[in-house]
C-alpha cells in the first residue's frame, strides 16, 4: 500500500515541501499537496531510500510539466540525488511552480521507502 507523508514548511521566504514516501506493490507512488505554490524551485534532494533497483522520479506541476525537466528518469538504489544550481542564485531556477506539486514514482520495488525535499523561492 502506498503511504506518503508530506511536510510543508516556510522558512522566511524559502518554501521546503518534504515527501516522505513508501511504493506500492504496483511499483507507483503518487501524491499531491495541500497547499499551492509560487515561485522558483531552487532544488530539490532525493535522500536515500531502501530500493535495490531503479526507479523514476517527477515532480509535476499543476499544469503536468515535470519540474526536474527529466531528470529524475533514471534513479539508483540507495544513493542521494540533488538536483539544483551550482551557485544558488546566480544561476537559473530548475523550474517554476505556481500551484500544487504531484510527486510521481514509477518502477519502485514493491514497499521501498525515501525522502524527497524540493525548495521554493
Same mark, same amino acid.
Given at each position: +500500500?502506498? =503511504?506518503?507523508?508530506i511536510? =510543508?514548511q %516556510? $522558512?522566511k +521566504?524559502?518554501?521546503?515541501? %518534504? ?6 506493490? !504496483?511499483? &507507483?507512488?503518487?501524491? &499531491? ?6 515561485g522558483e524551485?531552487? &532544488?530539490?534532494v532525493?535522500?536515500?531510500?531502501n530500493s *535495490?533497483?531503479g526507479w *523514476?522520479l517527477?515532480?509535476?506541476d499543476?499544469?503536468?510539466i515535470?519540474?526536474? #525537466? #527529466?531528470?529524475?528518469s533514471a534513479?539508483? !538504489?540507495?544513493?542521494? $540525488? ?8 546566480a =544561476? +537559473? ?10 510527486? $510521481?514514482?514509477?518502477l519502485? !520495488?514493491?514497499?521501498?521507502? #525515501?525522502?524527497?525535499?524540493v525548495y521554493?523561492?
Amino acid at each position: +500500500m502506498q =503511504e506518503v507523508t508530506i511536510t =510543508e514548511q %516556510t $522558512h522566511k +521566504m524559502i518554501k521546503k515541501v %518534504t515527501f516522505d514516501w513508501t511504493a506500492t506493490s !504496483s511499483g &507507483r507512488v503518487w501524491e &499531491r499537496t495541500v497547499n499551492n505554490y509560487d515561485g522558483e524551485v531552487l &532544488r530539490v534532494v532525493n535522500m536515500k531510500n531502501n530500493s *535495490s533497483g531503479g526507479w *523514476s522520479l517527477k515532480i509535476n506541476d499543476d499544469d503536468g510539466i515535470d519540474l526536474l #525537466g #527529466g531528470q529524475g528518469s533514471a534513479m539508483t !538504489s540507495g544513493e542521494a $540525488h540533488d538536483f539544483g544550481t551550482s551557485t544558488g542564485i546566480a =544561476e +537559473m531556477p530548475l523550474s517554476v511552480v505556481s500551484g500544487k506539486l504531484l510527486l $510521481h514514482i514509477e518502477l519502485a !520495488s514493491d514497499g521501498i521507502t #525515501g525522502q524527497t525535499i524540493v525548495y521554493i523561492r
